[in-house]
């Protein structure tokens, strides 16, 4: 056997662009996996492998194989299959680590040469021609391990396999080997479950290792162990175990190995010009880390209506014959929301945040910080957690993450979504959610900039299709915080493609906080954003008056926050002489603007006599009302009557004058001028008596000018 150099690897390398492999070429790099290199010289090599699968695969893609089969796997199965045949031991050792290492390039590919008559034969047989090796031991037991993650080569796995690694996850003789041992019979037990439960509902086990054991054993190698190999394991045989709610509690409440566990995470990012620091790095199990917090921390999914009715047909074909009632969801009670947030709790007094927000500045890899990101949501889940998140750096750490999801803007495809899955949702949802109950200063920093660079994410949150309408909800909440920022920050969230549309939509959404959300947002685009200001009314154009019917509309609804926001909106545009008249001409049409302004100021004021379809109609909506309207919506009313009989001219007021006194304006604003207990400096007060004034003037048929 000729040892692999650098430069075989080049030239290899070399070859993968153009030319096939030779078979030298092949042999060259099966053995540049041994263990025997150095670390830096595997690495390459799995560059390398990776290079000369990705060019196999374009150059046979338009070739359709009869059988299906991998044109990698055709490439290198002569080589492995001999070289796992073989008597010596080396040449076994490098067929095994090769294996292993094609798992982690070419999955299709590796597990077409496994399920190769007589290989798995010579993998089971090698245990015995080398029983005394410890390298090959742990190349077989590293081999089942990344066999086990997938279902058809779970299948042919020899029984003796099985029984080995039960042995071998015992022993204490080698760390390494016995980690290793242990993740692959985790992944066996888990995946047969997985298989069992897909056919018949129920799981069944194939190891006779209990879970409490290897739990136990894995979290022993992370406290106590330095070696890098066994940690590693161990940190992979966690991530997977860590899914299981009775293992969530025991890891969740030691507190001495969620400190080691954090540790593992280096607190910096290594600069790629030391080797050494480098190759630690690349060895460190940042990623699995991660994935054992966001499983701690993970609450239960929220499913859509369409999900979870998919879920609960499942759960009745599957229902267990005990009499158990077919059709419910059956909930570990260590998942419900309490478990949970205790959870948090502890991970968070242990640490977890500056470990999460370490773990984004250490790597660039997109898998490791969107499970950042998932375990970050599920942190900010709880309010009360949030201000210690901003302190520990999460802002910016998920600024990064989505920073590296989002593509960058294109003007030429503006307008365009993004192609985006529905957990690249979950980093944006655990922005907005800090942007929700936090300042903007405090989320983004002073810097203008970082406030405006947000929008984007929002508004895709917002737009996207797989979005739910709890995201859609926190994203609009979040935009409106930042609309409070200025009319800078106001202009450029309403110039977004396609923000405007989709929240006028919401603002008809029968959910009544979405409908809340959504009419803030409104009002404060109408009063910071120039454009929005025209459209609804400023301006006349072609949608300006349906829109204010719209407004007009939610001034009349039951939900007090909603009313607040649209007549505020309100309030604003009637300062422009053009809404006044637009909503003249829907006081003509329709007879509702002068009743809806007047119940603002008192809930008691009617449709008139002649009306009787709306009359009952508000009656109706009036059940759920107070019998004092709020201050809030005193005020505006007063404002929007005010600003209305001011803006139309005298010939219109002199119409609407007789209804005014007929529904009980007058009278309402009389009530509002007598009441007025914080004397001349009340804001209502002057706005009270100019529209008094002026239906009062109307009555004698004086013309007042504006």
Not at 282 to 298: D, E, H, R, W
Request: charged share 25%.
């Amino acid at each position: 056997m000729v040892s692999c150099t650098d430069l075989d690897l080049d030239s290899i390398l070399q070859s993968t662009q153009g030319n096939s492999l030779l078979p030298e070429e092949i042999d060259l790099l099966i053995d540049a996996f041994l263990p025997t290199h150095t670390h830096p010289l595997r690495s390459k090599a799995y560059i390398v492998l990776s290079a000369a699968s990705q060019h196999l695969r374009e150059t046979n893609s338009t070739v359709k194989d009869q059988q299906d089969t991998s044109p990698v796997a055709k490439i290198f199965a002569p080589s492995v299959s001999a070289k796992l045949g073989d008597t010596d031991q080396n040449t076994v050792l490098s067929g095994l680590c090769f294996l292993t290492a094609l798992f982690q390039v070419d999955i299709q590919a590796a597990s077409a040469i496994l399920q190769l008559d007589g290989i798995t034969d010579c993998v089971a047989d090698s245990l015995d021609l080398f029983s005394a090796s410890i390298d090959i031991s742990r190349a077989v037991a590293q081999l089942v391990s990344q066999a086990a993650g997938h279902k058809a080569c779970r299948a042919i796995i020899p029984p003796q396999c099985i029984e080995w690694l039960e042995a071998k996850s015992r022993q204490s003789k080698d760390n390494a080997l016995r980690a290793a041992a242990a993740v692959a019979l985790v992944k066996l037990s888990r995946g047969a479950a997985i298989d069992s439960s897909t056919v018949t509902g129920a799981e069944k086990p194939v190891t006779s290792t209990t879970d409490d054991t290897l739990v136990k054993m894995m979290k022993n190698l992370v406290v106590s162990n330095p070696d890098s190999s066994s940690l590693n394991d161990a940190v992979e045989g966690l991530a997977y175990m860590s899914t299981e709610p009775a293992v969530k509690e025991l890891l969740s409440k030691d507190r001495n190995f969620l400190s080691r566990l954090f540790t593992i995470i280096p607190r910096r990012k290594l600069p790629s010009s030391q080797p050494t620091d480098t190759e630690r790095l690349a060895a460190t199990p940042i990623y699995g880390t991660v994935v054992v917090i966001s499983n701690l921390c993970a609450y239960l999914p929220q499913l859509t209506e369409e999900e979870a009715q998919i879920a609960k047909l499942r759960r009745m074909a599957s229902a267990a014959s005990d009499g158990a009632r077919k059709g419910e969801p059956v909930v570990d009670p260590l998942e419900d929301s309490e478990h949970v947030k205790e959870r948090c709790r502890r991970l968070i007094a242990a640490g977890v945040l500056e470990a999460l927000t370490a773990a984004t500045r250490a790597t660039d890899s997109r898998t490791t910080r969107m499970a950042v990101g998932k375990a970050l949501l599920s942190l900010i889940e709880d309010q009360d957690h949030r201000g210690k998140v901003l302190q520990a750096g999460g802002a910016k750490a998920l600024i990064t993450i989505i920073g590296g999801i989002l593509p960058p803007s294109d003007s030429k495809k503006k307008g365009e979504i993004p192609q985006l899955d529905r957990a690249d949702i979950e980093p944006i949802q655990a922005l907005a959610k800090l942007s929700i109950t936090a300042s903007p200063v405090q989320v983004f920093g002073p810097n203008e900039g970082a406030l405006y660079d947000a929008i984007r994410p929002f508004v895709v949150m917002l737009l996207h299709p797989s979005s739910s309408l709890l995201q859609r909800f926190e994203s609009i909440m979040a935009l409106t915080n930042l609309s409070s920022q200025g009319p800078e920050v106001a202009n450029r969230i309403a110039k977004a493609d396609g923000l405007m549309n989709k929240v006028e939509l919401l603002m008809l959404e029968d959910h009544t906080l979405v409908r809340r959300a959504a009419t803030e947002l409104i009002c404060n685009l109408i009063s910071g954003s120039e454009e929005v200001y025209n459209n609804y009314g400023g301006d006349k154009t072609a949608g300006s008056k349906s829109k204010l019917h719209v407004l007009l509309a939610l001034c009349d609804v039951d939900d007090l926050p909603t009313r607040l926001a649209a007549s505020g909106a309100l309030a604003v545009l009637t300062d422009s002489p053009t809404t006044c008249q637009l909503l003249l001409e829907l006081e003509q049409e329709k007879h509702r603007v002068m009743p809806i302004l007047g119940q603002l100021i008192d809930p008691s004021i009617r449709m008139l006599d002649d009306h009787e379809e709306e009359e009952e109609e508000t009656e109706v909506e009036e059940i759920h009302r107070p019998a004092d309207a709020d201050p809030g919506l005193i005020h505006r009313g007063v404002v929007c009557v005010r600003n209305f009989l001011v803006g139309i001219n005298s010939a219109a007021r002199k119409g609407l004058q007789q209804d005014a006194a007929r529904m009980g304006l007058v009278h309402a604003l009389v009530q509002v001028l007598s009441t007025v207990t914080s004397g001349a400096n009340s804001p209502v007060l002057r706005p009270a008596a100019e529209a008094l004034k002026c239906l009062i003037d109307s009555e004698r048929g004086i013309a007042i000018e504006g």
